[in-house]
Structure formats: C-alpha cells, structure tokens
C-alpha cells in the first residue's frame, strides 16, 4: 500500500501514481503474493537440495534461515491481511486496513538479496529474479515507492558484489565442476539460462495480465460513462415531463411535452397515450407520436382486446416480434408502419389505472429490462400529470358554469334593483306627497340596504368579467401613471366632503405595465374607494414609482379604522368583511378586496398588506413593468 502510505506523507489525500491499482486490485493482488510466498521458502529448500545433488558445495544452514526468514514476514502479512479474504457477512464494515505493497516488495527484495549473496554474489542466476523483481514492483506500486524499491535493488546488488569483493563477508561461489563434460560443468550456465528463461515469462505473464486488466478497465469506463450519459438523458427526461405537471395545466400541452420527451430519449420510432373511458369499456387515444394520423380516430373495445385489458388492469406487456393475433388486439395498424416491438404500461394515478403507455420500435427485441422500468417510472409521472390536468379541466369547467350563474343572476337583478332604487327616490323626494320624519328615516334605511345590494351585484359582474378576461388573456400596454391620475380625479370629491386630504405622488419615469386597463383601473378604485370609506379623519395617500428590480410599485396608505390582526389571513376571501368594519354603518359587499387580489395575481404581481387597528392600513402592489421594445 504505498499509495497509502505516500497519501498520508503528505498530510491528505492524493490521486493515485501511474502504476497504483485500484482498491480492489490492490487487495487481490496482496492476497495473491502472500498465497504465492508460501511456496517460497520450499522452492529455496529444493533448489539447494538439488544443487546438493548436482554436487555443488550449498551453505545450508544460511540457506535454510532465509527460508525460515521468509516464512516469518509471510505469516505476519497473512495474519494482517487474512480479514480481506473473509466474507464479512450482511451489515458487516469492512476491514479498512489496505495492503501495504512496499513492505511485501522491499522484504522480498533482502531476502532475494540474501540469496545472491548466498549462490555466488555477481555470478548468481538469481541477478535475473532480482529484474524480475524491479519490473513486478513498477507494476503494483505508484512511481516513488517503486523507484525506491529499483534503488534498493540495485544498491544492494552493488553492496553484496562489492562487500565480497572486499572480503568485508564470507564469498560463497557456486563450483562450476572440475572435469570438463561433467554434470557440474553445466551446471551454472545451465541455471543461468533456466532462471533467465523463467525471468522472462514471469515478466511476460505479468506485462500481459497488467495490460489486459487495464483494457477491462478502459472498457468498463467507457460501459460506465455511456450509461451514465444514458441515465442523464432519462433523468432530464423525467425532470421535463415533472416540470410539465407543474408548470403546465392543460391535459394536451402535458401530454405533447411527454409523448415527444419519451421517443427523444427511448430512441424509438413512436410513442402514445390511451386513456380508459369513463364507463371503463374503451381505450381512446389522447396523445400520439410517429402513428398514422388515422389511428388517432380509433377507439379500442377493452373487450375485444384481451391484451389492453390485461395492461388496463395492472399488467405490463413487451414483445419484440408481435405476432398477428397481438396485432389485431392493440387497434393500431402495425404492418404498414413496420413496427416490431411493442411495450405498453398502465398509466396509475389515485390507485387506479386511468390508461395505457406505449412505445414502438422497428427494430426487433429492442426493448431491455432498463428500458422496461425507465417507462414504468415516466408512466407513473405522465399518470399524475394527466390526473392534475383533468382535475384543472373539471375546476375549470365548474368555474365557468359559477360565473355564468353569476351573471345570469346579476343581470336579472340589476333591473328590478334600479327601478327600486328610482321609485325610492321620488318617495324621498316628495314627489308623492309629504314624508314626515319617521318615514324619511325607513326610508333612508331601505335605500342603504337596496344600494349595498346593487354594489354587491356591480363587484358579482366585475369578479366574472375579470375570470372571463383571463380565459381570453387580453393584453396590451398600460400607462399607471396615466390611470392613477384618473382615479385621483374621480375620488376627490368623494375624500372632499369627507373632509380627507387626498394627496397623489406620481414620481418619474415610464410607468408602464402590460394587462388589460379596465381590470386595472376597478382594482385601483377598489383600493382608493375603501381607503376613503373607512377614515373617518386624516390623508389618504396613493402613490406609483418604478422600483429597481423591474418592477412597479402602486401604494394605497390611509390613517382610517385600520384592520384587526386575526383578520388578515381572511382579507382577500370572497365576502368576508373585518369586524369592524361590519360594525360600522359603511356599505360594503366583501368582494372589493378579492377583485383586487384575483386582478394582481393575473398580471403576475403581489400585493402586501400593512395595517394596525386604529392606526390605518397601507396596501402595496407590484407589477411587472412592460418591456420596451429594445428589449423584447
């Protein structure tokens, strides 16, 4: 392990060096060289017996002791690394120890030194091992630890070669034999050309595993980077059809975002959507990609079609030959587009099936078990997008029929309610004959409540206007600082016979937002209108300025009755009116403030609210400034 050991030298965590393995490897190869070193010391025993027998003079017991010296560090370095070879078993942790390389090498690398020494120092066959060695080394360790182990080799070889030089210790040559023809005369050249031999296979055998292992890794690498980009594709697939069901609420912008995602990233040929009927007996097709437009039109009995029933009621189906007997259940006309391999999936929303998913290719067993969960996973998406989209649809539908109501019954109040409203006055005029006292009080009673009513049906027409304006999504240029003038102007008769000091600040600048103009003026009037009828004394401010983030901010201050805490979190619901302000004699419907909010949300603003009871109230609204042309 000297990547390990080098990493931590220096304090963290490194990359590893040219010829550092990867932690697997790493252990494999550490437990191979402790299997391997087992059959060391006995191979050293033979071959000095065999050198004994060959009649060369063998030093014994020095031999025998570097045997015993490696079986020694061996079994050190079984018992450390023997955890690596066990099967820790489920929810075991594993041993974190790694394998130390360097200290396997370097004492591998005395004892070969000890053996040079030992069979003839600079004419020992063992030189070649001691290559041999050097070249395994520069394959399992990074490049410092592996140079070291080049160095002391080396270095060692030079010490031996020259200590016996020097007579510094004892020169044990091996006899080269006396008699020429001999056993012994072939004996060393013999073994140099053995051990040189077995040099250069162990050097071979271990070149070409190294390389064949490197080639299973770059091909692994490159299995992994083309899933990976693969799983991307899906990923970003899934991420559009979910943004779909947030950002889109009709059920035909979802379903042709997701019919043309899937065949982008399934690389097939079509795609489609049928979705179960409501009485459960057909499958109509509400979406499809790559079909015959004539297939649109089709609608499939589910009793006649065994296999879209099957699918309709949890099951999936994949073939990738279809055979003529499917052909005929799935109602589309397969032959004449050539599509072999089919896959449908249930469409699940609410714990139920409401329809089938389905890919076609050309190619035949196109579809794998990837592609299989891939589509079971955007089918379960595509499921809760068409759920919320018809759920959007039939709340649509149920507004509609609100609003048509609602004008239906405003208009046929409206009538009645001004000619009681005209009646009332030529009583209270006189026209009819004298009104004494107690009279003129019913009778200012009556028409407040018959006026609150006609405002209640005003704010019920202008609350459908505005919902049917925003079906048609009308839009045009807007100039508020124009409007805020205009409202200023009709208000300030109002604020004056109520003795209130009506002060307007317009500041500089294009004041433009994009909507329609009449929604924008009723809600400023709504704002204004409110303000000045429940201050009883004091200013009422409104003011419009362009804001630095793009931006228009429109501000309605008052110092009126202002409005109870526990009754903000209900301000803006349809007719609900303050305590207070129920309280007070003030005419009023409930409906101002939700026009106000239904109008700011349309426009894709925000309005906040600032108030303490008895203090007064101030409403902000901020809208989007139009964009100029030279941005746009």
């Given at each position: 392990m000297a990547a390990s050991s080098d990493s931590a030298a220096d304090g963290g965590t490194r990359p590893l060096g040219r010829s550092s393995l990867a932690p697997a490897d790493s252990t494999g190869w550490a437990l191979r060289l402790v299997r391997f070193r087992w059959w060391v010391p006995p191979g050293i025993v033979l071959g000095a017996a065999v050198a004994?027998?060959?009649?060369?003079?063998?030093?014994?017991?020095?031999?025998?002791?570097?045997?015993?010296?490696?079986?020694?560090?061996?079994?050190?370095?079984?018992?450390?690394?023997?955890?690596?070879?066990?099967?820790?078993?489920?929810?075991?942790?594993?041993?974190?120890?790694?394998?130390?390389?360097?200290?396997?090498?370097?004492?591998?690398?005395?004892?070969?030194?000890?053996?040079?020494?030992?069979?003839?120092?600079?004419?020992?066959?063992?030189?070649?091992?001691l290559a041999f060695h050097v070249v395994f080394a520069a394959t399992l360790l990074p490049r410092r630890a592996a140079h070291g182990i080049a160095l002391l080799a080396v270095g060692g070889a030079a010490a031996v070669v020259a200590a016996a030089g020097a007579e510094l210790v004892t020169r044990w040559p091996l006899p080269r034999g006396a008699l020429a023809g001999s056993p012994g005369a072939l004996?060393?050249?013999?073994?140099?050309?053995?051990?040189?031999?077995?040099?250069?296979?162990?050097?071979?055998?271990?070149a070409t595993g190294f390389v064949e292992g490197l080639r299973l890794r770059m091909a692994d690498l490159t299995r992994s980077r083309d899933e990976a980009v693969e799983l991307n594709e899906k990923l970003h697939t899934l991420y559009v059809v979910a943004q779909a069901i947030v950002s889109k609420q009709r059920l035909d912008q979802v379903l042709d975002i997701a019919k043309i995602e899937l065949a982008r990233v399934m690389e097939v040929e079509a795609v489609s959507v049928k979705l179960v009927s409501d009485d459960g007996r057909y499958l109509r097709y509400a979406a499809t990609y790559g079909l015959p437009d004539t297939v649109v039109n089709e609608v499939i009995d589910l009793w006649k079609s065994p296999l879209n029933r099957r699918v309709v009621q949890?099951?999936?189906?994949?073939?990738?030959?279809?055979?003529?007997?499917?052909?005929?259940?799935?109602?589309?006309?397969?032959?004449?587009?050539?599509?072999?391999?089919?896959?449908?999936?249930?469409?699940?929303?609410?714990?139920?099936?409401?329809?089938?998913?389905?890919?076609?290719?050309?190619?035949?067993?196109?579809?794998?078990?990837?592609?299989?969960?891939?589509?079971?996973?955007?089918?379960?998406?595509?499921?809760?997008?068409?759920?919320n989209a018809r759920a959007y649809e039939a709340i649509e539908s149920l507004m509609t029929e609100r609003t048509r109501f609602l004008l239906q019954i405003a208009h046929n109040f409206r009538a009645p309610l001004a000619a009681a409203i005209a009646m009332l006055e030529v009583v209270q005029g006189g026209f009819l004959g004298e009104v004494d006292e107690r009279q003129r009080d019913y009778l200012a009673r009556i028409d407040r409540r018959v006026k609150s009513l006609s405002s209640l049906l005003n704010d019920v027409l202008a609350l459908a206007k505005s919902r049917t304006q925003r079906r048609r999504g009308e839009r045009?240029?807007?100039?508020?600082?124009?409007?805020?003038?205009?409202?200023?102007?009709?208000?300030?008769?109002?604020?004056?016979?109520?003795?209130?000091?009506?002060?307007?600040?317009?500041?500089e600048g294009v004041l433009e937002t994009t909507g329609d103009a009449e929604m924008l003026e009723q809600m400023l009037e709504n704002l204004v209108s409110n303000a000045i009828k429940y201050t009883g004394h004091g200013v009422v401010r409104l003011t419009v300025a362009?804001?630095?983030?793009?931006?228009?901010?429109?501000?309605?201050?008052?110092?009126?009755?202002?409005?109870?805490?526990?009754?903000?979190?209900?301000?803006?619901?349809?007719?609900?009116?303050?305590?207070?302000?129920?309280?007070?004699?003030?005419?009023?419907?409930g409906l101002g403030l939700a026009l106000v909010r239904e109008t700011v949300d349309q426009h894709g603003g925000k309005i906040h609210v600032e108030s303490e009871e008895g203090r007064g109230t101030t409403f902000t609204v901020r809208l989007p400034a139009a964009r100029s042309p030279a941005a746009g």
């Open positions: 004994a027998g060959l009649g060369l003079t063998v030093r014994a017991v020095p031999i025998f002791l570097v045997a015993c010296f490696v079986l020694a560090y061996n079994g050190l370095f079984h018992l450390r690394y023997r955890p690596l070879d066990l099967d820790p078993g489920p929810g075991a942790r594993p041993d974190p120890a790694e394998p130390r390389f360097d200290l396997q090498v370097g004492c591998d690398t005395l004892a070969l030194l000890a053996l040079i020494h030992l069979t003839g120092g600079a004419s020992s066959p063992l030189l070649f091992v004996v060393h050249p013999g073994s140099m050309i053995v051990v040189f031999g077995l040099a250069v296979l162990g050097c071979t055998y271990l949890g099951e999936m189906f994949v073939t990738g030959r279809v055979s003529e007997g499917e052909m005929f259940q799935f109602g589309e006309d397969l032959v004449a587009t050539g599509l072999t391999s089919v896959l449908f999936v249930p469409l699940p929303a609410e714990s139920k099936v409401i329809g089938v998913l389905g890919a076609y290719s050309r190619g035949a067993d196109r579809f794998e078990e990837q592609d299989v969960q891939f589509f079971r996973l955007a089918a379960d998406l595509v499921g809760i997008a068409v759920w045009s240029a807007v100039d508020l600082s124009a409007l805020t003038r205009k409202v200023h102007h009709t208000f300030q008769g109002e604020a004056t016979r109520k003795s209130l000091s009506f002060e307007l600040a317009v500041h362009q804001e630095s983030d793009g931006l228009i901010r429109i501000e309605v201050q008052d110092s009126g009755m202002g409005i109870p805490k526990e009754a903000m979190p209900r301000l803006f619901t349809e007719f609900f009116r303050a305590p207070n302000a129920r309280s007070s004699e003030t005419i009023g419907t």
